[in-house]
């Protein structure tokens, strides 16, 4: 039989197709890992923002995670939204049993401004999932959230990786400069140096799940048993063509496009 890879999602969902879950097992399939996914919330979300949430009942949770690890392989695993505190124990106590490579996408607020974690769960977060992770992948405002620092220069940034890494303990942090101006650069320290990732910034309001797409990607890349510096390299390239033909679609900021790389497409 021939070997797969296998990645897993543990996140929240998005019916329009552009973040979360959805997001995530695209962008899977597309880097030919084989996806599987545990649900969190059921978000009722689309390009423009949020319009309701639903928590799945915890042992819900907990019966989808003894699901997987009951019969599947697991090689690499992602988290995205996680609500509340009880489901984040949940997440944290059956990660810790995996021993396998863990990407954590600190998600807070999407990019409409809607919150997607309760407040008093921020800190549970950062003290209980954060210090599981192999990689943390925060944009800038979830970064000041966690280490209660403001991020204003590029300097800022790359030392806010190496904090997150040397004082919340997990095992790298890849700090993203999306909602910076100029260049999209991303800062990556692995526990010994910074490395530095960058592209050209791409004109568009279509950037709906570009934290889920990139998290993904190299999660997938990690499945597949790539080093984490090589993984985040390549991941940036997916995501960066994602977004030159992200799609145009719905009412506010569309989604990324998987076929990008593939097909070298052409947005339709
Ligand atoms: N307009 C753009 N052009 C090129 N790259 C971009 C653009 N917007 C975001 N990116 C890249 O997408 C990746 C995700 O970054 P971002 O900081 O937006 O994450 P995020 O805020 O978690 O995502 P989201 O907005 O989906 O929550 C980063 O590598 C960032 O540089
Ligand atoms: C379920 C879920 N998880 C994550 C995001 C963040 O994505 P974005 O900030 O691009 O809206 C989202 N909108 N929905």
């Known amino acids: 039989m021939k070997n797969v890879s296998c990645a897993l999602t543990i996140a929240g969902t998005d019916p329009s197709g552009g973040a979360g879950i959805q997001a995530d097992l695209k962008t899977f399939q597309e880097l030919k890992s084989y996806g599987m996914s545990v649900i969190t919330s059921v978000v009722a979300q689309n390009t423009t923002g949020v319009k309701g949430v639903h928590h799945l009942p915890v042992d819900m949770l907990h019966e989808q995670l003894e699901a997987i690890s009951s019969d599947m392989p697991v090689h690499a695993l992602k988290t995205g939204m996680i609500a509340t505190e009880e489901m984040m124990g949940i997440v944290a106590e059956w990660i810790a049993k995996m021993n396998v490579s863990y ?3 600190p998600v807070m607020v999407t990019q409409s401004g809607d919150p997607l974690i309760e407040k008093d769960a921020r800190l549970y977060l950062k003290h209980h999932l954060v210090p599981l992770a192999s990689v943390l992948t925060p944009n800038i405002p979830e970064a000041e959230d966690l280490l209660g620092d403001k991020i204003e220069t590029k300097e800022d940034m790359k030392q806010a990786a190496a904090s997150i890494v040397e004082k919340l303990g997990c095992g790298a942090a890849l700090m993203k400069g999306g909602h910076f101006q100029g260049e999209a650069v991303d800062y990556l320290f692995d526990g010994d140096r910074i490395h530095t990732f960058q592209s050209e910034r791409i004109k568009t309001k ?24 090589k993984a985040v390299e390549m991941a940036k390239y997916y995501v960066t063509e994602a977004v030159r033909h992200s799609f145009d679609l719905g009412h506010g900021s569309g989604p990324t496009n998987h076929f990008a790389v593939r097909e070298g497409v052409v947005n339709r």
């Open 206 to 229: 279509n950037t709906h799940g570009t934290g889920c797409t990139y998290s993904a990607a190299i999660t997938a890349y990690l499945s597949q048993g790539f080093p984490i510096v």
């Open 103 to 105: 990407v954590m996408d």
